[in-house]
């Protein structure tokens, strides 16, 4: 456990700063996240070192298609969420409560073991990493100096001054997830989405890298109207060259409307080129092409990937073979 490092005290409360939640809690109130608890009128951080898993895994899978293709990173995650989206896969660690009297994994142990799997990086993902915030500030710092990278797989609600402290810290990698627009009501109701977005522009002017993720979930976010919204806003906010992945969703949790079509994923990515984003890919639908990169001034194929992992490399530094036009990718190909 570790005093926090976002809050504020107002009254005889705390507010929580890490996630635009902002909770303020009396004393041993826990914040909706289930990580951070008021006590003795400080904020600690309870879920610091918690971890529900630690495995190896391909940068592809998170997904990143722009940053360190084919290398692993060593991905862990803890437990709870600021969202409690009705259709999460992993529900069974974001929905659940820290376990009592848990182990808790220090950074010098995870780092040692990234290295000694030979992986590129870490990445925070499964559940929430606003979760593991404090952790991650010093896990991130000591593996930077180990010459390994830090992503997140997050929903992008972290307030302005997390994201400083992640970046400072050596977060680089930030997949985050789009969930709706003002018109999808009926779940996770009183999240901004458009401080999801304001935040990725901040993570690109601070010189970090962002890959977008649009869940078409059924019933939700699938309407004509929030489609355009989505798209429209990654162009305004984020510009063509940020990638947008496109993924089914399939029926979880307590949401059980069809898996979304693969109709309605061609016509959202169709619609998304034809607005100039250019580089959109569909996912969790295991059909060869549609995770290819392109060039998208030429069309020549420059990467593939099948089942999450790089089959074809053909780049020139940052540059396509043929036309010489400038591809966004961070980091090295790891061959
Ligand atoms: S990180 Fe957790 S405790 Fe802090 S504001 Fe967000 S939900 Fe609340």
């Known amino acids: ?117 030979g992986d590129n990086g870490l990445c925070a993902s499964f559940n929430e990493p606003a979760t593991l915030f404090d952790y991650l500030l010093d896990l991130f710092q000591l593996a930077r100096k180990h010459d390994l990278y830090g992503t997140i797989v997050t929903n992008g609600y972290f307030t302005p001054n997390a994201i400083k402290e992640l970046i400072e810290a050596g977060v680089d990698g930030f997949s985050i997830d789009i969930k709706g627009c003002p018109t999808s009501r009926r779940a996770i109701a009183s999240i901004d989405h458009l401080k999801v977005l304001s935040n990725a522009r901040m993570i690109i002017d601070l010189g970090g890298h962002v890959e977008m993720v649009y869940l078409v979930v059924t019933e939700f976010n699938d309407h004509e109207e929030c489609v355009e919204w989505i798209l429209e ?51 969790n639908v295991g059909i060869e092409g549609l995770e290819d990169t392109k060039c998208p001034n030429c069309g020549k194929i420059l990467i593939s990937r099948r089942r999450y992992r790089v089959t074809y490399f053909k780049l020139d530094e940052d540059r396509c073979p043929r036309c010489r036009e400038k591809i966004p990718i961070r980091g090295r190909y790891i061959p």
């Open 1 to 117: 456990m570790k005093i926090a490092r976002l809050w504020l005290k107002i009254d005889n409360l705390v507010e929580c700063q890490v996630c635009w939640r902002k909770c303020r809690l009396r004393v041993n109130n826990v914040g909706v996240c289930r990580n951070y608890v008021n006590l003795d009128g400080k904020l600690v951080h309870v879920g610091y070192g918690v971890l529900s898993a630690v495995e190896s895994r391909p940068i592809e899978i998170k997904p990143f298609f722009h940053y360190w293709p084919n290398s692993t990173s060593l991905t862990f995650s803890g437990y709870g969420c600021n969202f409690y989206c009705p259709w999460c896969q992993n529900y069974h660690i974001s929905f659940s409560k820290l376990p009592e009297n848990p182990r808790r994994i220090m950074p010098e142990e995870l780092v040692e073991k990234a290295v000694k799997i």
């Open 233 to 283: 806003k990654h162009l305004e906010f984020l510009g063509a060259d940020t990638p947008l992945h496109i993924n089914r969703y399939y029926p979880a949790n307590v949401w059980k409307t069809p898996p979304t079509s693969l109709t309605t994923l061609m016509k959202i990515k169709e619609r998304a080129e034809k607005i100039g984003i250019k580089y959109v890919y569909i996912g």
